[in-house]
């Protein structure tokens, strides 16, 4: 089964509800809004920028094992 065949067959147990979710995911992915940062969005960023070349980072895989 193909990508495409999984994520049809996963719509048709969805409710309503959660379709809604689904489509306003897909039109968001399609067409992403662009946004202006805000001053304190690029402090941030170049922080974490920052951190990032001291090697001062978690990986991701790192956090989601250890919140389950």
């Known amino acids: 089964m193909n990508i495409r065949e999984k994520i049809i067959k996963s719509l048709n147990t969805l409710s ?14 399609q067409e992403p ?4 940062p805000t001053e304190e969005e690029l402090k941030a960023i170049t922080e974490g920028e920052k951190a990032y070349a001291k ?3 978690v ?3 790192d ?6």
């Open 63 to 68: 956090v989601k094992t250890d919140a389950v």
């Open 33 to 36: 809004e662009e946004v202006e």
């Open 55 to 57: 090697g001062e980072y």
């Open 59 to 61: 990986r991701w895989r």
């Open 16 to 29: 309503e509800d959660a379709l809604e979710g689904v489509l306003e995911y897909i039109r968001f992915i």
